[in-house]
């Protein structure tokens, strides 16, 4: 039975990889919140909100729902990473290596500006909601058989 990529990890570390994203957070795309932050310091936060259940046989193909927070900054700094980000996502398709995994599609969904308001004052934010279709990428499947 092969085992579905870790959508998350896949996401993220896709997004570590990418130059223009490099460029206004440097290595700091998290798939957990952080627990130190640096005050004005922005970062992305990639996590899983839902998709396809957990079922009694193997999966092949999972629909993952995740969200993905841009943080920090100004307004205009959080929206200018949400925008890249996304833009990034965009050409996120097919075998990706060190995820042993196969990224089908990437759709997104709602964008809104929500500030972080467990900070005094509130910590600049934008979400974006995406749903990423992924596989077992083809050498993964070939050994599982």
Do not use: H, W
Not at 65 to 71: G, I, K, N, P
Not at 103 to 113: N, S
């Amino acid at each position: 039975m092969a085992l579905l990529p870790d959508v998350v990890q896949l996401v993220s570390s896709y997004l570590r990889s990418r130059p223009a994203v490099v460029e206004l957070v440097g290595e700091r795309v998290y798939t957990a919140y952080p627990s130190q932050l640096d005050k004005g310091a922005t970062f992305v936060l990639v996590q899983r909100i839902g998709g396809t259940p957990v079922l009694p046989r193997p999966l092949v193909i999972d629909l993952a729902v995740l969200q993905l927070d841009a943080v920090g900054g100004g307004a205009r700094t959080s929206q200018l990473l949400v925008a890249t980000c996304l833009d990034e996502l965009s050409r996120l398709e097919g075998e990706q290596p060190n995820a042993a995994g196969n990224v089908a599609g990437v759709v997104v969904g709602a964008v809104r500006y929500e500030p972080d308001t467990t900070f005094k004052p509130p910590l600049p934010r934008y979400v974006a909601d995406l749903s990423v279709t992924v596989k077992p990428s083809a050498m993964v499947l070939a050994g599982a058989t």
